[in-house]
């Protein structure tokens, strides 16, 4: 390795290791290139939008030990970058991350940062729901885009609800952002909201089976929903309607089971949004829509 000296060396490096070993990228990145930049920056403690004059700096020797000893772990145990690292970054924002959540990558970030215009006026935004929060990142990143709304985010398990106290902390957001431990709305009677958000497990057994080592590094628990994916998304739509205000939202992911749902569905309206970005099968649904389609969604 004596030849390896700059930090542009090792992003090479680590991005040939990576594809070497067929290393899956898509916690956060998109390719090897991406996700070895990304590794090599963490361990110098450098940010994605340093001048690029930096790439021809020299590396210590400590520094040199602890890229290859985190890259290893990366390839051999195909443990996803951001639980090596201990966070990921969603909606422009940092948060902790452990085995006990899922690793942020969602493109509801996008509606976030748009603030879910035009489906929500703003100012009438007073109460949002992030329904199976994890790490609690969508919660969280609302509260940034609606400084004065009240915000419940919830999980079924008590770990991760552990995780997402600590990114209310470390966002200092605590005074508006509550974390409750609930079975999806079982926690939640009597509260009404104008967006109820959600990412919640919607992976088939079919779609588990084939999904790369890293998948199943994250918690079953976040991600697989029965044989067909669908098992707590239909919850979510039998109940979502008393929860919500007159003029609510719903708004929820189901990644590749979208096909699956709309046609379940096939009477439902369901409106699917197209990313700038990336990432498809999120839909809304207002709360009159839910209301007129209540029979539907009947189990």
Same mark, same amino acid.
């Given at each position: ?147 004065? *709304?009240?915000? @419940?985010?919830?999980?079924?398990? !008590? #770990? ?8 209310? %902390?470390?966002? =200092? ?82 990644? *590749?089971?979208? @096909?699956?749902?709309?046609?379940? !569905? #096939? ?8 990313? %700038?970005?990336? =990432? ?20």
């Amino acid at each position: 390795m004596d030849n390896l000296t700059t930090l542009r060396d090792y992003v090479r490096y680590c991005a040939s290791q990576l594809l070497k070993k067929n290393v899956f990228s898509g916690h956060g990145t998109e390719n090897a290139f991406d996700e070895a930049y990304a590794l090599v920056l963490h361990v110098l403690h450098l940010p994605f939008d340093m001048p690029e004059v930096y790439l021809g700096a020299h590396i210590t020797a400590e520094e040199q030990a602890q890229i290859l000893a985190l890259l290893k772990r990366r390839v051999d145990e195909r443990m996803p970058l951001p639980y090596l690292m201990g966070y990921a970054r969603f909606a422009g924002l940092d948060f902790t991350v452990t085995q006990d959540v899922l690793i942020p990558r969602s493109p509801i970030a996008e509606l976030i940062e748009s603030q879910f215009e035009p489906w929500l006026e703003v100012d009438k935004v007073k109460r949002i729901l992030d329904l199976c929060t994890g790490s609690g990142c969508i919660g969280i990143a609302c509260a940034y885009a609606f400084s004065d *709304a009240s915000i @419940d985010i919830t999980d079924i398990s !008590y #770990p991760a609800l552990e995780v997402a106290n600590k990114n209310i %902390e470390n966002h =200092g957001c605590d005074a508006q952002v509550s974390a409750i431990l609930s079975d999806l709305f079982d926690a939640l009677a009597g509260r009404k909201y104008d967006l109820i958000v959600s990412n919640p497990p919607y992976v088939s057994e079919t779609e588990a089976a084939a999904l790369p080592p890293e998948y199943h590094k994250e918690p079953p628990l976040g991600l697989l929903a029965g044989k067909a994916g669908l098992d707590v998304v239909q919850r979510i739509l039998e109940q979502a309607r008393q929860y919500l205000t007159p003029h609510g939202v719903l708004v929820v992911e189901v990644g *590749a089971t979208a @096909d699956v749902l709309a046609e379940t !569905y #096939p009477n439902v309206p369901f409106m699917w949004f197209d990313f %700038e970005y990336g =990432g498809e099968g999120v839909f809304l649904l207002t709360a009159e829509q839910l209301e007129n389609y209540a029979g539907e969604f009947k189990q």
